[in-house]
């Protein structure tokens, strides 16, 4: 049974929220029944956080978090690997692949991961990706359960695209889909915008909603069935990145921690990169634009910079740990953007300037929780081309170089 007209009041006046309603009677019946159901399925237990952002954004003691370095891994790669493959091929490894973004900075108004990189042929950002993955599943010749998360803005065409492609080849059996959940948007006031006379603004709930995104969709159920003891979390738009590396896995598992992380030695001290690190003695992240001088110019025991591995959104995660998580709820983060909304007369605008916040929880508040993380070094040239820029520093074009460094035809 929906939410009535007179419960969305109710729940609306709890909050301060009554001018969502301000267009309703204009609404067609289709239109007043989904804004119903948009007021319903929304948490707006979080819009009081705008109140509270000072004490949200306060951080604890940072020191370093040794990183195994690539000596060490290349001295033991084959004992990790074997412990890799022997946990895929057990059923243990499922893969979870980011994909909620769109391609709005390529100036494409499609999802991110339908991108063609190509030149001499069509290539898309997916196609990297599952290519990626499918050469561990011929390694460990056994399949690996994928989790593709979207969002509202992109579900339709994602899964149409991968469909249309035949997966690119891989097993659709072991392919599923998960639609992110989103968060409302408000004004400096607190105030939910409009986007549309008969919708809420909203945004996905950033890049550390996925797992609580994953158990609403029912899909944990298949996880615990299918045994999957460790989900590798990665991002779409790093077209180099091993995908489910048993290498890895096997470093992770072996060092008897909980989460891992990848991560590469930053070109300068400012890069755009988090840093990992320890806060409050707990793995943890520091975003770059946290990044005081004071941290930058840190250095370790053998005079090297402190904080000089940057993380690169590919993780790997205990189900268990994740579980226990997300049952103490993650901290939330309120961030400032530029929100497209109603103005006063009904009038759709889209703002120059940031009109308001976002709520967002982030990923490296899941690592924060998570009693142990290993971070891992990859090497940069082989295995970070990220793709946020039609041209320029992580672009389409420096993605390109990278992939035909690697052998790989354009």
């Not at 067609?28 to 237990?45: P, V």
Request: with cysteine.
């Amino acid at each position: 049974m929906s939410m009535t007209l007179a419960q969305a009041k109710e729940k609306l006046h709890k909050y301060g929220q009554e001018h969502v309603l301000k267009y309703y009677d204009e609404l067609s019946a289709a239109d007043q029944a989904a804004l119903l159901e948009q007021i319903e399925s929304s948490d707006m237990d979080i819009l009081d956080s705008c109140k509270h952002q000072k004490e949200l954004l306060e951080r604890g003691v940072i020191t370093p978090l040794a990183a195994m370095e690539l000596p060490e891994i290349e001295a033991n790669r084959e004992a990790f690997t074997a412990a890799g493959i022997s946990a895929i091929q057990a059923g243990k490894v499922g893969a979870v692949l980011l994909a909620g973004g769109m391609g709005t900075r390529l100036g494409s108004d499609a999802p991110k991961g339908v991108y063609n990189i190509g030149v001499t042929r069509e290539l898309y950002i997916f196609e990297c990706l599952v290519n990626n993955l499918m050469e561990v599943v011929r390694r460990a010749d056994a399949w690996i359960h994928l989790f593709v998360m979207t969002s509202d803005k992109n579900h339709e065409a994602t899964v149409k695209f991968l469909t249309e492609h035949g997966f690119f080849g891989y097993r659709p059996e072991y392919v599923h889909f998960f639609q992110q959940k989103m968060a409302l948007a408000v004004d400096y006031a607190g105030k939910v915008y409009l986007e549309e006379k008969g919708r809420m603004a909203s945004s996905p709930n950033g890049n550390g909603g996925w797992f609580i995104s994953l158990k609403e969709a029912g899909l944990l159920d298949l996880i615990r069935r299918e045994g999957i003891e460790w989900l590798n979390a990665f991002a779409v738009d790093n077209v180099l990145q091993k995908i489910a590396d048993p290498c890895f896995i096997g470093a992770t598992i072996r060092k008897k921690c909980v989460a891992g992380a990848k991560v590469v030695g930053k070109v300068t001290p400012d890069e755009k990169v988090g840093a990992i690190c320890l806060e409050d003695g707990r793995p943890s992240i520091v975003e770059y634009y946290d990044m005081t001088q004071e941290l930058m110019d840190a250095k370790d025991a053998q005079g090297k910079p402190a904080y000089h591995f940057g993380v690169i959104l590919n993780y790997l995660f205990n189900v268990e740990e994740l579980e226990r998580i997300v049952a103490q709820s993650l901290p939330l983060h309120v961030v400032e953007k530029k929100i497209p909304c109603l103005n006063q007369d009904g009038e759709p605008v889209k703002p120059q300037e940031p009109n308001g916040y976002k709520f967002e929880n982030l990923i490296l508040d899941m690592i924060h929780q998570m009693g142990s993380c290993l971070p891992f070094e990859v090497v940069r040239e082989k295995e970070f081309a990220p793709i946020k820029n039609k041209t320029g520093v992580d672009s389409v074009e420096s993605a390109r170089q990278l992939l035909e460094q690697n052998g790989v035809t354009l």
